[in-house]
């Protein structure tokens, strides 16, 4: 029913930034929490960020701290993710995830490779 379509992702250097974008159609996702999941190769995929649908809350794993931000869009169904100072351990696929109580949609992916 809930389609996500990620953006944003490529080639940077370490110390550089991108944003992602994740954009949704087939439902209204207000009351959704929405957040960003990444794997690398050989590794198993990790949560990066989230954001409540009650009051906009952020959170944010460990190691993206005070680097990266998550932010919703809610009269454009899209949340992003705004990634600064971005260090190699960072490249991965990312995943957007939209969650509705039991439920959850995933997107495709987008690649982002960080490297000198």
């Known amino acids: 029913q809930v389609q996500l379509v990620e953006s944003g992702g490529g080639l940077v250097q370490p110390g550089g930034s991108l944003r992602l974008s994740c954009a949704a159609s087939?439902?209204?996702?207000?009351?959704?929490?929405l957040g960003w999941f990444r794997q690398a190769p050989g590794k198993e995929r990790e949560g990066v960020s989230c954001i409540t649908s009650t009051d906009g809350s952020p959170y944010y794993a460990d190691s993206v701290k005070g680097r990266f931000t998550i932010s919703r869009d809610n009269a454009k169904n899209t949340v992003y993710l705004q990634m600064n100072s971005l260090k190699p351990e960072d490249t991965a696929l990312y995943y957007c995830?939209?969650?509705?109580?039991?439920?959850?949609?995933w997107g495709q992916g987008t690649q982002v490779t960080v490297s000198s």
């Open positions: 995830n939209a969650r509705l109580f039991a439920v959850n949609y």
């Open positions: 087939g439902s209204n996702l207000d009351y959704y929490s």
